[in-house]
């Protein structure tokens, strides 16, 4: 059974609370205990989210952790900056944009960094990335099992509420025919609704991420348990 995350993508603090409010209220009801929150640093991706810099809201932040699991995806140009931020966060998770970094000296900063610290890593990529480099991917995985993937299967990242890229399937396939299936554990983040999720089932996908389907209904109970219902 695929675990569900909830993606929050929110341009302000109040908004974040807010909705951390509501699902607080339901977290028991439904089965949510996992939460992803994304940085948008509107350099890296087009959009810009809330980054929480003053102490205050950082402490208020560390305090998700005691009633969620937070993972933070870092859609951000300098990834070893916002990695800190996320540590400092206390984050378990968090998933790295290896696009611009693979191979270089912040990635295995991070990586070393993330074991020092119990820190679980998932890396990721624009879904064109992924697929150019597969093999390349595919080899890093296979000598560095510990890593999670996040396969993004949406065309824009950063962005709620766009199509669903089918060409996520092909990758899938990929890593189905090249990985034993148990091996890799493997997230999958865009545009997860109650019909693309259909076109996934055959495959190892251990956590589905769900953003807009499920969070544009946060404040309408009966919408949301609907929703939440026909994905799980």
Excluded at 121 to 133: E, G, P, Q, R, Y
Excluded at 167 to 188: G, P, T, V
Aim: glycine content about 4%; hydrophobic content about 40%; some cysteine.
């Amino acid at each position: 059974n695929m675990k569900i995350i909830l993606a929050l993508l929110e341009k302000d603090y109040w908004e974040l609370d807010t909705k951390f409010g509501v699902l607080l209220n339901i977290k028991d009801e439904l089965g949510i205990n996992n939460i992803q929150i994304d940085f948008c640093d509107g350099i890296f991706v087009e959009n810009k989210t809330f980054i929480p810099e003053e102490d205050i809201e950082i402490k208020k932040m560390k305090a998700y952790n005691s009633s969620f699991d937070v993972e933070y995806h870092i859609m951000c140009k300098d990834q070893l900056k916002y990695f800190y931020l996320a540590k400092n966060l206390n984050a378990k998770k968090i998933i790295i944009h290896i696009d611009d970094i693979f191979d270089s000296d912040n990635m295995s900063l991070i990586l070393n960094e993330a074991k020092d610290n119990n820190i679980k890593i998932f890396i990721t990529a624009k879904l064109d990335f992924l697929l150019k480099n597969k093999e390349k991917i595919l080899s890093f995985l296979k000598i560095n099992r510990y890593l999670g993937l996040q396969i993004m299967s949406i065309n824009k990242i950063g962005l709620q509420g766009q199509d669903f890229d089918y060409r996520c399937i092909e990758l899938l396939s990929f890593l189905k025919q090249n990985f034993l299936d148990d091996e890799l554990n493997i997230q999958l983040d865009g545009a997860i609704n109650n019909e693309s999720i259909k076109k996934i089932k055959n495959y190892n996908v251990n956590s589905k991420i769900i953003g807009s389907y499920l969070v544009k209904e946060i404040y309408n109970d009966k919408a949301f348990y609907k929703n939440f219902k026909e994905l799980t």
